[in-house]
């Protein structure tokens, strides 16, 4: 079976990389900015004509969620229109398309982990080019999964776990919200489990939406404690409101994702937050 996937030089994208040799019968596509421009249609058929891919994974997206709200046209393009023109051309020509979306497609007002069909209400322009995103697969495609995923974490690229690590070492003390929860969500188990989900061949047609992430629930402060603890990092981690520490874009406050569709329909095993975590910085050689 041949893969195409888009934005392979992310957190993601990277994580399916390292899995790639685990999954012989796969023949896998690699492809960034430089290989394939997902903004261009022409660009994506003439590249899917050629390969002729049974399926698609769209890692790209367009993911600096402050910059967005100055860069809005840039992160509709991105994380919509190109959505749009992956939509088309896997329909057109058979293709599973498989996109990411996120927990910002809610407003974070809920207190009850979300199920696949809550009502939406993005707020901030990078929530709502997301939602947008969604918007095209829902419109264009024959048949697609869109995961959902929180708090995205890895190896690669630049992420919370990599930023308290960085700053917890070059300085004694930092803040960090409390009062937003969540659960984080390593890379590498969302790229296994899109790949076993292909590979078992249970993808069914349509479009469906599921949600994706680590087991638990915990909140920016004490997934900061956790990884200082785990580390040895010499770093005190004082827990603030969100309310002192102003951004540019408005976060959700509770995104927890209710994950028994996901788990029922495709039979998978989800591993919970902290071991996974665990996983990581093994890999990343920190503890």
């Known amino acids: 079976m041949k893969i195409l996937v888009t934005g392979s030089n992310g957190q ?3 994580e399916i990389r390292v899995l790639a040799p685990d999954y012989q019968s796969f023949n896998f596509i690699f492809t960034d900015i430089a290989e394939l421009d997902i903004t261009s249609e022409p660009d994506v058929e003439s590249l899917v004509k050629s390969e002729r891919p049974e399926v698609i994974i769209n890692c ?3 993911t600096a969620v402050d910059k967005a709200e100055q860069e809005g046209d840039l992160a509709f393009l991105i994380n919509s229109t190109a959505v749009g023109n992956l939509a088309r051309v896997a329909s057109k020509h058979g293709s599973l398309l498989i996109h990411i979306s996120t927990d910002y497609v809610f407003d974070g007002k809920g207190y ?12 901030s322009l990078y929530a709502k080019s997301k939602h947008a995103g969604e918007q095209q697969v829902q419109s264009y495609a024959n048949k697609a999964l869109i995961f959902r995923t929180s708090w995205l974490y890895s190896t690669f690229g630049n992420n919370f776990v990599k930023t308290i690590m960085k700053y917890g070492k070059e300085r004694g003390k930092l803040n960090v919200v409390f009062d937003q929860t969540g659960t984080p969500t390593y890379a590498r188990d969302l790229a296994k489990a899109m790949l076993d989900i ?5 993808v069914p047609e349509g479009v469906e939406v599921f949600h994706f992430s680590n087991e638990g629930v915990t909140s920016w402060y004490d997934f900061a404690k956790t990884i200082i603890e785990f580390t040895g990092i010499g770093c005190v981690i004082n827990p603030i409101e969100t309310k002192d520490y102003p951004l540019p874009a408005v976060r959700p406050f509770y995104s927890v994702f209710n994950k028994s569709k996901i788990k029922q329909r495709f039979q998978i095993d989800i591993p919970y937050w902290e071991d ?3 996983e990581c910085l093994k890999k990343m050689n920190a503890v």
């Open 12 to 14: 993601l994208g990277n």
């Open 60 to 62: 790209a997206a367009y």
């Open 112 to 123: 009850k982990p979300y199920v696949e069909n809550n009502p939406t209400n993005p707020v």
């Open 198 to 202: 292909i590979q078992n061949n249970t």
């Open 276 to 278: 996974s975590l665990k």
